[in-house]
């Protein structure tokens, strides 16, 4: 039985709920095939999560390669191949709680990396789980730098073998997945040296357990690198290497390679090694950010519509917290930001696949482009997603603590996005270095490619809106974004300037100008992301209310971000005082406009209810029986030796007293 | 030894951290007792958090009320009381890592609200621990509204007692510490019904559990929520009470009696009880707030000094990363902050004994001021510090994200003080209240409580900045932060007013305006902290450096506040675009001089390696090894059942490929 409560949002939706979870998913047909895999995997009680919460990182660790290894039977079983349509729908069904997903990334960079004669040797053995691999780049000393990595490989000509080490404490490899306890083998980045000679980072292939007794091999020490924020299934690990002699062919080869006599040979192109770097950004931000955000604003809404807290009138029952415009201002911008990042992911996935047509053509001059989008969308999106689940979290007060809320994991667990595939800042100030030189290449009048060319446009004017109805125009706002993009990116490259021309080291000035840098970036990217939200919207269609309630949903996403920023937009009077009050207006009137779709919206989302697998996010909004029922069977409420020991000395003599 | 990276910093101090650490302690021998305090406990490996990160919920609590007992042997070994000095030290260096504290809020209570011989009879138990207590105000449906507990205790004039109930799963007691598992009796929050009439909450002291074999009582369910997101060591529990009998007596009766006759009787003043209300939302801004804050900056800042990450300038060694100015604008502001907040609780206390003296003396005037600074104070420092240390925990990329850097659990921890003693949206909003009313007297010449006192004098003028070192002055940067005060406060009580003229029922005029009400709150206590910390600094004592850099740190503090919220000050031109680059400027120069300073002035927080418990902050910074060290001890480095079940049977025949 749905909570009444819960009913009633349901009723008055002002668009099918049906259309647009199929708008979401690509296509009806789409929908579809989602739904048979979510079906397939959740109807199948090894892939259940329903202790998730109860279970130690040992447990956790256990239950993921439980998962992995029974997924290849089931894949089988039902026909799903890597290829197939059913595939992409996998790991979103499984929440991510699988094992081996470094045992993948171990097959992509043989696959990429190795020459035919190692592709042909190692894809099948891993194919078949006959060996479980992993990843070993990050060192405990160096992340992001890969210069700066310190694990060595020396070519020995007398035995055609490279010996490896990780010469200092800093260089030990840490954090690889599926390395702590699991792997048999891993990809190890190294710099290779050839008589003394550094020839810089090289990928090799060792084997670092025994495929006899699991044993770690001579001269390896690794193990698992200890519990995390998140992540308990992983077994992130470590890695050491002392005078770990492997083959000459251990050495991924295809675009370089060591012959028998020392000789270094480079060949083929590395662009292609840059460009799959940029698109595991791309690819990362549906599945690891933009689903668990979905996640989260359908928990948070739904219990909203559920929760009763004070009176709002006088006389009346208490009022739904969804009710309260602090609670619709907390909870409604971190949906229309859902909605505004599944869009511009379709257009980065669509640009992407672009871009790999033109790569295949030996086209390269998209590379810096889309280098710099997806470092800064890759920032931007999980930096935003992440203090958005935290919003969600925090306006469930006391029940969003609890982890069978759902929300705490969702929120540990997006945090990471924030850091892993490039530091945020760092990635940041790449998409900078992109624009300053954009700038500068259009002031002067060249070519720029096509995401930046409005920065050739400088107009200074105004913000010509009248009213506040006027910032429900997307021409308005988008084009006070991209003014404010525009203003931020060239004040910085005057800066920039100026400090050089003062005498100032051009790396000094350049950090000197990273913090502006650093919002220069942001400004592109949320200007982008508006205008396509917009566009987007432009295009739906208008049957069954869907362009409507997206329409509002995009000037939600757009005025929020003003209304959070106004400083931005104020700075130069582009935007008068008097507007951003119109700005204010409008966006407070935006939210108790949405609010009565709030529930249809998150129902769109399509979560079942043991995929979020939250006692606040079910579907009926049974909320407190829920939380009840699961309390009970928390390991916490078995009998603990703490009585015996301590409680029961102290008590044993009250009774007397009483 | 320390590495050199770190001994490098502390050279260059340009204060005396020893200085320092007195003045933020209240003199050199608070120091002193502190210091013994904190050798006793570490001293004695009962009270070890050695292995804390690997412990399973379970663990936690064995461990915490382990840690209770012991304590009391401690004290009494050492000779410390309630009353005495080194008593408020304590919990500090536990790190609140010890079970009871709800017993703690249940003998106050009974202290606070019991008549003197309900005092004489539970009290000494209490102290004894002969019973365990616990607090049960909170149920699963209602948390702030207190009116709204669904809770009866019905008077049963024929047995002369109270049955209680908890009519519906809503009602049921949710959240209370010691409940879960320990607790023997509990003070219960129920609608007292006399004769069918209800005279709303009332407390009673009710015993759930057996004090001789611990089972729960007849009419008694209970147990333990769960796990949440920190406070793993605190049995959280539920309570459900069905047709539970109590005598007569067990009502806490010194404001409220209920005779046997049946007749209510009220005496006294509940005002005191509102003032508790108050004090317990200062009295956690230190251990449960600042503290956390100050140990996230010593954690990111050492870590900073000795990780280095690319280079800065060609050809030199890779820098250490708080060489970045994007590493310091994360940073060095949150630092600046926990120094704010330290001095604004020294503030809030000394005017929390002063309105305490106060009302014994039967004058109840100080009252509201008190509830409206401690409400949004509460709900800022707890707000700005999570922030704050997810910004700390970010800042130290992967290596913070694992639990063994301490830096998760300080965030998991402190995001807990935004939602309890007070969700931050309904205390900001009382706040809110309480302006709007001082506002409007003010506007009519009437007096107002002297933290309010500047909203008469509203003067609309310009900031008289010229130049960016202008923006150095405590009376700039202050009067800015006043005016943007008013200037909200203002606004929002005219439209608010404009809103009810035009016909809108007044509570939703209200909601309507609560956004900005929220707003206009924490405008008022951010102007109140820069003016404090403003006022410490120019009372400091010269010598030693101390004022000098402390200077530093709330010109910081400012200006970050401007920086980060620059639409507020540009709104209506009292700062203009010019002078708010002028702020810019400055701001960032300041990064530059505090960074010298960065690492004695987390020195100065004096925390113990032990009280740390991060691989990441020791002393000496030796982060890797550190990490190494301690995952080796991880029980993920066991041998897990996952090999022999499910890895083994892939990798057999694996070797006859190879």
Known sequence: SVNPDLASERQTASFCVEKLTALLDGGAEKTRIRRAVVEAIESDPVFSRENQYFQTQNERYE???????????????M????????????????????AFLLHRVFMRSISVLGSDKQVAKWIPLATQHQLIGSYAQTELGHGTYLQGLETTAVFDIATQEFILNTPKISAMKWWPGDMGRSATHTVVFAQLYIHGKCYGIHPFIVQIRSLQDHSLCPGITAGDIGPKMNFEHIDNGYLMLKNVRIPRDNMLSKFCEVRPDGTYVRQGSQKINYFTMTTVRISLI????????????????????????SKLKPGEQEAKILDYQTQQEKLLPQLAAAYAFHFINDYLQELFDRGYREIQRKNFDMLPELHALSSGFKAVITHHSTAAVEICLRACGGHGYSLLSGLPSLYTKILASCIYEGENTILLLQTARFLIKCFMAASAGQPVPPSVTYLAAVKPGKCPAKNKLDFLSPDIYTEAYQHVAVRLISSTAAKLQDLIQSGVKKYDAWNQCTVQLVQAAKAHCHYIAVKNFAETVENLETKAGIQKIMKHLCDLFALHGIFSNTGAFLHDGYVSAAQMDMVTASYLDLLAVIRKDAVP??????????????????????????????????????????????LKPLLHNTLSKL
């Open 63 to 77: 239950a993921a390669v439980r998962k992995a290894v029974h997924l290849q039977k089931k894949m089988h079983e």
């Open 79 to 98: 026909g799903w191949t890597e290829d197939g349509p059913e595939y992409k729908y996998i790991y979103r069904a499984l929440s991510g709680d699988v």
């Open 286 to 309: 549906a599945d690891e950010v933009v689903i668990p955000l979905m996640k989260a604003c359908t928990i948070a809404i739904r219990y909203s519509a559920v929760r009763r807290q």
């Open 601 to 646: 919206l998150v129902d769109a989302f399509d979560f079942t209810d043991k995929n979020l697998n939250s006692a606040l996010g079910s579907y009926d909004g049974q909320v407190y029986q829920r939380l009840y029922e699961w309390a009970q069977k928390s390991p916490t409420n078995k009998m603990s030796p703490a009585y015996e020991r301590y």
